[in-house]
């Protein structure tokens, strides 16, 4: 599910690149530091840019030694020793043991059993750290489960419900720097990223029988490419909706930031509404997938040729 909050990079400066950058390598670090080599499998875009929103809302950690780009840089130790960035690892492998419930529950697969037992001791120590963020995410996941028990169909809710979850140990993580425009930031990135992620798995989710919300009720699906002609708008109004409760949660924040405004513009304004374009379009280019799905490429590349899912413009007004 996670993994559509990424830069557009070409509309990136070299400064904002390189902190981004930074950013991106020190949660991998983090992550083995804290649980293991093989946890390094869960870093992902998201967990990058919740780290860049609290650092730059407390104004800690915004100054350390990047990490020299090599084969083996994934050995190199964490450079920026805040108890944040500690926080957000075990929060990531808590979010990545919950997925994988999810994935077992529906479609089980050796694949997703050998992830499990190749992260069991990485997750064990996630719980003991924080069983409040277990408690939490999962909970999140089990509301999720609730409304597809219900036929829910109403995706921006469903994401708003379980962007509450999430939100919450975000909250805890910020601490003493917590703001009141923090937690419905991070809720209504999660509603963003659940709803373009219901979007872009269309025919994943009917082939395997898997429940979205887009397709219950619509009948007789036959494709992506004939759904989005009878449902184009529709979809699009629901990810306007989205995407601006988003950016104007973003809006909110922005002022308190003390620094990295300009990388998380980018990925608020340009990264994340030219992800929801190329769910439309099925172009998917960029998509993190994490533990669960395989590693496609890490350097999100904006396309020109996303055909009619252009018309559709991401971003309030």
């Known amino acids: 599910m996670f993994g559509y909050t990424v830069p557009m990079y070409q509309r990136m400066s ?7 950058r930074r950013y991106y390598c020190e949660t991998c670090h983090q992550l083995r ?3 293991g080599l093989f946890s390094t499998a869960a870093v992902n875009y998201d967990m990058t840019f919740n780290a860049i929103v609290v650092s730059a809302a407390s104004g800690a950690d915004l100054r350390f030694e990047g990490t020299p780009r090599s084969a083996l840089c994934v050995f190199e130790g964490p450079r920026a020793g805040g ?6 690892a075990a929060y990531t492998v808590l979010l990545t043991k919950w997925e994988l419930y999810d994935d077992r529950v529906d479609s089980p697969s050796a694949r997703t059993n050998f992830i499990e037992l190749a ?11 924080e069983p409040g963020f277990d408690d939490r995410v999962g909970k999140g996941f089990e509301l999720l489960r609730k409304r597809e028990a219900e036929g829910c169909t109403d995706a921006a809710r469903m994401g708003w419900e379980f962007g509450e979850a999430l939100a919450a140990p975000l909250s805890e993580i910020a601490g003493e720097h917590d703001r009141p425009e923090m937690r419905p930031l991070f809720s209504r990135l999660a509603a963003a990223v659940y709803v373009v992620d219901a979007v872009d798995d269309l025919e994943e989710d009917f082939a395997a029988g898997t429940y979205n919300p887009f397709l219950r009720g619509c009948g007789g699906f036959v494709n992506r490419a004939e759904y989005m002609r009878g449902n184009a708008y529709r979809v699009a109004e ?5 995407m601006g409760e988003l950016q104007r949660s973003y809006s909110a924040l922005r002022p308190s930031m003390r620094g990295l405004e300009g990388v998380a513009d980018n990925i608020v304004y340009l990264g ?3 992800s929801a374009r190329k769910a439309m379009g099925a172009g998917r280019p960029g998509r993190d997938e994490g533990a669960l799905e395989g590693r ?3 350097n999100a590349e904006y396309r020109s040729d996303l055909g009619w899912s252009r018309r559709f413009n991401f971003t309030a007004e």
Request: proline share 3%.
């Open 33 to 35: 530091d804290g649980y």
């Open 296 to 298: 496609r490429a890490r």
């Open 119 to 129: 992260l069991g001791r990485a997750i064990r120590k996630a719980e003991r750290d």
């Open 238 to 242: 629901t990810i306007n909706g989205v």
């Open 83 to 88: 108890e944040m960035f500690r926080r957000m």
């Open 272 to 274: 994340l509404p030219d």
């Open 14 to 20: 070299a400064r904002d690149l390189s902190a981004y």
